[in-house]
């Protein structure tokens, strides 16, 4: 008779079961890239091969992530040392994202403050009409701002154990985000510059582009935060998912 031996785990981190999804994400971002090189140099397939590293990205997004929601929710392997580890990793992840912003406003700020000859001499240049800081940026600051008082007001809510208070407070930020976002393309509309007139077309359209995008991946993290709440997927103890988002 073959003795049954149990196997205790004696550590509090989680080891992951082999998954598929590193592989395929890595296929899915190397079709993306070169599907987006030949798509944008007119060659034949490529735009086929940036759809399909599209599609597989947001597929391997879906799957991984719904695994670590089962891994967290259902298998209770999100114990307090692995909620730390995510939350360093978190907090290493937005720390490149300054510095990914940083060398936009390092390219800002030397344009502006000392702009050379090519763009006479002067910021903005000569033949750029700048967009008035206090219209729709102005507004949209405002927007942005209230959002982030709106989700602070919601995770407070999750602490307490207030469901219907942090409904609330996603979906209005929620709003505020997707107002944001349609402010942002109806100011890209009117806008009297593209980005292909010199330094001045590029910093801004890179800037607040790559802003807009951030803002956007934000709003859809929220959203799928707000269904998980209403599936009772939070608690007061565990809700890292929303903290990251």
Not at 136 to 144: A, G, H, K, Q
């Amino acid at each position: 008779m073959k003795a049954k031996i149990k196997m205790v785990q004696r550590h509090p981190f989680h080891l992951v079961d082999p998954s598929p999804w590193p592989l395929v994400a890595a296929f899915g971002g190397l079709s993306l890239t070169f599907g987006g090189v030949l798509f944008m140099h007119n060659y034949e397939g490529g735009g086929e091969l940036l759809c399909l590293g599209v599609v597989t990205i947001l597929y391997v997004m879906f799957t991984w992530w719904r695994d670590i929601i089962r891994e967290a929710l259902f298998e209770g392997q999100h114990t307090l040392a692995v909620q730390q580890g995510l939350r360093m990793g978190m907090i290493l992840f937005i720390v490149s994202e300054v510095m990914f912003f940083f060398a936009f406003f390092w390219a800002f700020f030397t344009s502006s403050i000392s702009p050379v000859f090519n763009i006479g001499g002067v910021w903005p240049p000569t033949h750029i009409v700048a967009i008035s800081p206090w219209g729709l940026p102005f507004v949209n600051t405002i927007l942005l701002l209230s959002s982030g008082a709106s989700v602070t007001w919601a995770h407070h809510a999750i602490i307490a154990g207030f469901k219907k208070e942090a409904m609330l407070g996603l979906n209005i930020t929620l709003m505020f985000a997707v107002a944001f976002t349609a402010m942002q393309a109806f100011e890209y509309a009117g806008a009297p510059f593209s980005m292909s007139d010199g330094v001045y077309g590029s910093v801004f359209y890179m800037a607040t582009g790559f802003h807009g995008f951030h803002v956007i991946i934000g709003t859809i993290f929220l959203a799928i935060c707000t269904i998980r709440l209403y599936f009772d997927h939070f608690s007061r103890q565990h809700h890292f998912g929303f903290e990251a988002a």
